[in-house]
C-alpha cells in the first residue's frame, strides 16, 4: 500500500497588534521585538519553527512593521520568510485570512508572537498529521488563571467557555494551533478587523471537529503585560541559575541570556522607574 502524502504545511506568526498592555515597553519597539533573555522573543519563535518540516513562513506586520523587516534582515535561519503587511490592522481572524494567497492552498500552523514556550512543534504537527482534516488547538494543562477556559474530553474541544458534560476537563488556549486549507477557505476575505477564536467558535456549534494536544509539562506564559514580560524571563532566570533545562532556545546561550536579563531589568528601572517594581527580581 502506497503511504499517503502529508498535506503541505507553512507556518504564520500573529505579529502585527500595537502591544498596548504593554505600555512604554512598547512605545519604541515592536512587541515581536522586545528581548527576551537578551534575543528578540520573535527570533525565538523562528528557531522553534526551525526544528520542525516547516519550511515557510509568514509574518504579518503593521505597528513599527519597519522595524521588524530591519531585524530580519541579518536572520541567516533556513525558513523562507514572507512579511505580509497590512495597510490597516486586520486583527487575528482578517490577518490569517489575508495569507491565502501566499499559503497557495497549503495549511497553517498559527502562532501569536508574545509566546515564551517550550511545547515542541514537531509533536504538535505529528499530531495534526493523525487528523489533518480538521483544526488542532495546543492546550495549557492545568488551565492559566484568569484565561478562558476550554473545556475538552478524550482530546477534543467540546465547548468555549462554559462545561457542557461532567467529563469535560479546563484547559486555556496556548495561542497554537494548526489550521487545515478547507478550513482556512471558510474564513471572510474581507480586508477588516475581526477575530479568529469567534469564527472557530460558530464552526464547533456547527459540529466541526477541533482537536487538542496538551503537554503538561510545557513552560508557557504570554508577555501582554509589563508582569508577565518580567515574570517570564524570571522564571527562565531562576531555571538557568539552578542548573536546570528547557527546550528553549534562550537555554542554548545560558550564560548570555542570564546577563542579558540583568541587563533588561536594569535598563528598564532607568526607562521607566514607575512602571513596575522591580526588587526582588534577582
Given at each position: ?124 504537527i505529528q499530531e495534526y498529521r493523525k487528523n ?103 522564571q527562565l532566570y531562576k531555571l538557568m541559575k ?41
Open positions: 500500500m502506497q503511504k499517503k502524502q502529508n498535506k503541505n504545511l507553512k507556518a504564520f506568526i500573529l505579529a502585527a497588534g500595537y502591544g498596548s498592555r504593554l505600555g512604554e515597553i512598547t512605545k519604541e519597539t515592536p512587541k515581536p521585538l522586545v528581548p527576551i533573555m537578551g534575543t528578540p522573543l520573535l527570533l525565538h519563535l523562528l528557531k522553534q519553527v526551525e526544528n520542525t518540516e516547516i519550511k515557510d513562513i509568514a509574518i504579518n506586520t503593521y505597528y513599527q512593521k519597519e522595524k521588524i523587516k530591519e531585524a530580519l534582515k541579518n536572520y541567516s535561519g533556513p525558513l523562507n520568510i514572507t512579511l505580509l503587511e497590512e495597510p490597516l490592522l486586520l486583527g487575528t481572524g482578517g490577518g490569517i485570512a489575508n495569507t491565502k494567497e501566499w499559503r497557495e492552498g497549503a495549511d497553517l500552523l498559527v502562532m501569536n508572537s508574545d509566546l515564551v514556550h517550550t511545547f515542541s512543534l514537531k509533536k504538535i489533518e482534516d480538521d483544526l488542532l488547538f495546543a492546550l495549557c494543562t492545568p488551565a492559566y488563571p484568569q484565561k478562558t477556559l476550554l473545556w475538552c474530553s478524550n482530546k477534543q474541544l467540546k465547548s468555549f467557555r462554559e462545561k457542557t458534560a461532567e467529563e469535560q476537563t479546563p484547559h486555556s488556549f496556548a495561542c497554537i494551533h494548526i489550521a487545515p486549507d478547507r478550513i482556512l477557505k471558510k474564513l471572510p476575505e474581507k480586508k477588516e478587523n475581526y477575530g479568529i477564536m469567534g469564527i472557530y467558535e460558530e464552526l464547533l456549534r456547527k459540529k466541526e471537529c477541533i482537536h487538542t494536544y496538551s503537554d503538561k509539562n510545557a513552560f508557557w506564559i504570554d508577555i501582554g503585560t509589563p508582569e508577565d514580560y518580567l515574570e517570564g524571563q524570571l539552578e542548573g536546570k533545562s528547557l527546550e528553549h532556545p534562550a537555554f542554548l546561550t545560558r550564560e548570555f541570556s542570564m546577563k542579558a536579563f540583568q541587563q533588561t531589568l536594569e535598563d528598564l528601572e532607568k526607562k521607566f522607574p514607575t512602571l513596575i517594581k522591580l526588587e526582588g527580581y534577582l
